[in-house]
């Protein structure tokens, strides 16, 4: 069975309304709605992952958001959107859970970037 294309009709300060077609990791564009963006602020965005650890403290500490990102007005091909959470000083022990979280993180930047790679891939 073939999904139908997802569709958003979004108005635009500068394009009116625009109808845009979602590929299908696209998570919608509830957070576009409103009128306030132009046309090259449309954006796709896959689900967020999210990396982090828990201190010795049982502080949960959050180290990345991630997700994969197109502006399809702007840009040719999807890109890995990230922030980075962490900042502070943290006790040495904290180190090895700070440590396991970074790793944790780039662990899902990587899977992140072989996934925007298979969807460029897609648009040629």
Known sequence: MIAEP??????????????VECPSW???HGWQMGGGIGRNDITHRSVRVKAGTATDADE???MLTACISWAPYTEQVPVISLVLD????FPAED???I???L???????EALATEALRLRGELS
């Open 99 to 101: 440590a396991e979280g």
């Open 95 to 97: 180190g090895r859970h």
């Open 6 to 19: 997802r569709k958003w009709l979004l108005q635009t300060m500068d394009h009116g309304r625009v109808e």
């Open 60 to 62: 949960w500490l959050p």
């Open 26 to 28: 696209c998570i919608g």
């Open 103 to 109: 790793r944790l993180a780039a662990t899902r930047v």
């Open 86 to 89: 962490v900042e502070g000083d």
